[in-house]
């Protein structure tokens, strides 16, 4: 009864420690420099990296870290993105515990539904929860409920802009480092040219290998249904398709659901929390897609565990997502794109063999490296010419990525 107590008494004290750790301070820093390829798929194009990492911290110098990103557009001067999340963001953070806020259930009506002038969602709730972990002295995987530590990773490209030599490289390479399974980019206008893809993956890596492919809506319902039959019949098995058509036509997903029985179709990646319920409530999809907002990731995949539905990793920053893929059981796969921002932090996840592991550091275990904060920080908004040379990848030195022109070679760490 004694030993009852005192552990009682010791969780109870551990709570109140807890909740008296409150946000009093947030440091913001902005990044610009060149991606070390082009990335994108049938929709986008894009060749550099806008980065603004946001740190949150508590009374007791704790620091939660996120990332806000701007993929097609620059972020503004980083003053202005501080004028931003002081005067629509700060208010409702400071002097409240993480652990509070990432449980919030808001009720937002009329105009108070509406996104936030800048992208700082995804980063407010991964520096929340990185917080409230390191808070509660655990990995953000296990605070999660997380029973595993690794979760199966695919090398996906982001390649619809390669070369066919970058192509065949690039994969070459992600085989011949341990992956099995291999997602690339399709909706060419010239559908010829999605099938030679398809050809030049089966060379370029193992017999056997997991192929996944991604439209990104490029397709109506009834040509996705008929180009997946040509791929079908070409002779290329499909673990799944993903975005083949538009996010909100659920009819026509279900439809490609029922009539293509020999692949899984992989949608929810553009949709919010909301429309991913209405998505799998319609029948809509074999797999959800999901990212990087930690609380909307772990609601919806409890939904899509109740409905068994399983769950997917799509992209996330740095690949915090492992500790959401952790702790979901619906999860197999997590998306791994080789980009390089591995520089941004003292040290990245882990990513060996196709699997990918989630640290065992209290929160997620990323933190910025203050070495990159004074060598790559970009206050102000540089024009694409005057990023210079990409950072440096580790992990595709070996693929033979050409860069842009004027770019130059990738720079080393010093």
């Not at 390191?134 to 199966?152: A, E, I």
């Not at 997946?228 to 909100?248: C, M, Q």
């Not at 990731?297 to 500790?323: D, K, Q, Y």
């Not at 950072?391 to 050409?402: G, L, M, Q, S």
Request: contains cysteine.
């Amino acid at each position: 009864m004694i030993l009852i107590y005192q552990t009682y008494h010791k969780n109870i004290q551990n709570t109140i420690l807890v909740n008296q750790m409150q946000l009093t301070e947030y440091h913001i820093t902005r990044f610009q420099f060149a991606r070390d390829r082009t990335i994108g798929d049938s929709q986008v194009r894009i060749d550099e990296a806008n980065i603004a990492a946001l740190e949150l911290v508590d009374d007791k110098g704790n620091v939660g870290l996120g990332f806000v990103q701007g993929l097609i557009v620059p972020l503004p001067d980083q003053e202005e993105i501080e004028r931003v999340f002081e005067s629509e963001v700060w208010s409702n953070l400071k002097g409240n515990a993480p652990i509070s806020l990432v449980h919030r259930v808001k009720r937002p009506r009329g105009g108070n539904q509406r996104a936030l002038s800048l992208p700082f969602e995804e980063a407010i709730q991964v520096a929340l929860w990185d917080l409230a972990a390191k808070q509660s002295g655990l990995p953000l995987h296990r605070l999660l409920g997380g029973q595993r530590d690794r979760v199966r990773a695919y090398a996906s490209g982001l390649d619809y802009h390669f070369s066919d030599a970058e192509f065949t490289s690039f994969f070459g390479h992600a085989d011949a480092i341990g992956y099995n399974a291999f997602k690339i980019k399709v909706g060419h206008p010239d559908f010829e040219r999605d099938l030679h893809r398809l050809n030049l993956l089966s060379k370029a890596v193992r017999p056997g290998a997991l192929v996944m492919i991604d439209a990104n809506e490029a397709w109506g319902a009834k040509e996705a249904l008929v180009k997946l039959t040509k791929i079908r019949d070409a002779g290329f098995d499909l673990l799944w398709a993903e975005d083949p058509i538009l996010r909100d036509d659920f009819d026509g997903l279900r439809m490609l659901r029922q009539a293509a029985p020999w692949t899984l179709i992989n949608s929810g990646e553009y949709l919010n929390a909301a429309g991913k319920r209405q998505l799998m409530m319609a029948g809509g999809t074999d797999i959800l897609n999901v990212h990087g907002q930690v609380t909307d990731v772990m609601r919806i995949g409890w939904l899509a565990a109740e409905l068994g539905i399983p769950v997917s990793l799509g992209n996330t920053f740095l690949e915090v997502g492992v500790h959401m893929a952790c702790a979901l059981p619906e999860v197999e796969w997590l998306e791994y794109s080789f980009q390089n921002f591995d520089h941004l932090v003292d040290q990245p996840v882990v990513i060996r063999d196709g699997w990918a592991f989630a640290p065992d550091r209290m929160g997620h275990g990323l933190v910025l490296s203050e070495k990159t904060r004074l060598e790559w920080s970009r206050p102000n908004v540089l024009s694409r010419d005057q990023l210079g040379a990409p950072p440096f990848n580790p992990r595709v030195v070996d693929a033979k990525i050409t860069p842009r022109p004027g770019d130059g070679v990738q720079q080393k760490p010093k």
